[in-house]
């Protein structure tokens, strides 16, 4: 209750920024904006006081003096006093109650997928979705870790190596758990309520955009979050004949309901980001199970990254003839400056936006507009420089698999050449959607093109330059190209339903669009419903209590460097090296720490200057060690006192005095 308390006060402060700032705003956009810059600020100031505290107690009680100075700077010297303070009106209503149809059932859902996949007690062990048991121990290592930590902070799975991954999104969560919120809750309560914030945020940004036509915002959302294009037809083609087997065309695999239940309880075998990528080239993830879910710092990117292109859209772009607010210009800066060690992706996408709506505003006001693009622009890069030039660029500087040149993202995998002809990529992977875009970029109609002029820059950057050494992370960037798009598809959408009026079958049509749409989005929402995979089991659970309970805070255990790790994910400690899975991605060579790994536990007597080395407290002894590894346990056990062992023996922990001494 703490934690929600103090999170209240930040909600408060957003609020009341937000109302000194842009009063003229329709009550339920002010409330979306409060809330985001509420949570951003929750994320930066602890962090900011962390540098000379720790991020602690004491550096969150101090966080609130700057924020009551900001509260106050703002209302007395900031505050707009000529603009009325816009009540809640009809209009308001009418959009909350489109709103309660979609957002809300989509939190709901979201909700629910959240409490699923986030360490779901089940007899002793914590079970996770099909979705989370990638990533999630990456964030719940970071969250846990950073309780007290020194900033700026290393990673727990690299001691001496600087967390150059974007924090604020898992240090939010790490604050809620300075309050007394166990880790699980930590997770799923700010995950479920930003994930409300999105569907909400969108549906404001896409009813700003649509000037109102609410059957276009319905549309335009549900293109975003139910997105997965036309690989759907894979399954039910030929239903009654098996034309494949698991790995080969496993799509196909099985008749009629069989192939259903290979989607459901399948490992990845949704038709849109199908794990058999090379014979399918399926890769257009949906959102919500894809990203929403596992992906937190993309979920925490998105629930400003909204706001921002909303700010940017409303105050800059259409405005019909009346002069750029300096406060909202200024406010977007401020908001926009704080992205990089959020996402750096949305900062990335949302630069390159900016970057095209300067250009077409300047065009058409001929240069009158260049001051409030200066505020905005000089704010968030002042604010943005030293997270780039401290964390993002000192990372990436030399490393050439950051940024480099690739045509057509993941049809050109490895720049080996297309595996489907360029168009057809496009359409089979996003679907009709992406069809009734082209058709509407036809039309004469300068709003919708005034909305591609920024969007396609970011999918041109995006089609040709790969911004990280996983190359399928460039869909980061083209989901905010396409949430932009899919505002103009749904227009097209409902231009072309209305202009079908009186033609009986276009209910009928609508319906079938609606599934050519959905069909495959829905599916993979359905299959991740439906998963449910161990992560931890009851031996690792009760490690974890006890290296939480028994070890100081910021200690370094040797283990191997599975993902799954109880010491690192759960408790919060250092190991000496974690999963290629995640830091080869992240740009380290981890070859020598897992070398020195493998030597101590085949001969620690001969070994023991690792464990000097890397100041290691304590060794871990486990199930994936004895899998992975040749352990002389024997020696260990003479050279080293044993301190834990689970329930069954499966887990053991020494403690490293000897090494020490």
Known sequence: MLGIA????????????????????????????????????????????????????????????????????????????????????????????????????????????????????????????????????????????????????????????????????????????????????????????????VFAGYMLLADRMAASRRAMVVWATLFVFLNGGLGFLYSIDTLGVSNGSAGLNTLQAGTWLDRLETILQGWYQTPANHADFPYYNLRWSNIIADMLIPQRTFLGGWCVLLPCIYLLYDGFMDREGSAIDLRQAALLGVMAGGLPLLHTHSFLALGLLSAGWLVYDLLRSRGKTLLPWAVYGGLACLLAAPQLFLWTFRHTAGNSGFVRFQFNWVNNSGGNGLRDGYLWFWIKNIGLPVLLLALSLLDKNQKRRMIASGAFVIFLVSEFFLFQPNEYDNNKLFYVWWALCAVLAADYAVTVFDRLAGLRSRYLLACMAAVCCFATGTLSIARECVSDYQMYSSEAVETAAFVEKNTPEHSTFMTWTQHINPVSGLAGRDIVCGPSLWLYWHGYDLSAREGDIRDFYADPANHQDVLTKYNVDYILVGDYERASLQIDEDTLSRLYPLIFESEWGSMRIYQAEAAND
């Open 6 to 197: 103090y999170f209240a006060v930040y909600l408060l402060g957003g609020y009341a920024m937000i109302r000194d700032l842009l009063p003229d705003k329709r009550l339920p956009v002010r409330l979306w904006l409060s809330a985001a810059l509420g949570i951003l600020l929750m994320m930066w100031l602890p962090a900011l006081m962390a540098f000379p505290y720790t991020f602690s107690i004491k550096a969150h009680m101090l966080a609130l003096f700057p924020l009551c100075a900001l509260t106050l700077g703002v209302h007395f010297f900031l505050r707009n006093k000529t603009a009325r303070v816009r009540l809640f009106s009809p209009e308001d209503k009418r959009l909350l109650l489109t709103m309660a149809c979609v957002a809300l059932p989509l939190t709901a859902l979201g909700g629910y997928l959240q409490y699923t996949h986030v360490l779901r007690p089940a007899d002793g062990a914590l079970n996770v979705g099909q979705s989370t048991y990638g990533d999630l121990p990456l964030h719940l290592g970071i969250a846990s870790s950073l309780r007290n930590a020194a900033f700026p902070p290393d990673y727990s799975i690299l001691p001496g190596e600087r967390l150059v991954y974007p924090f604020l999104m898992d240090s939010f969560s790490t604050s809620f758990m300075l309050f007394g919120m166990p880790l699980r809750w930590a997770i799923i309560l700010p995950g479920t309520l930003m994930m409300g914030l």
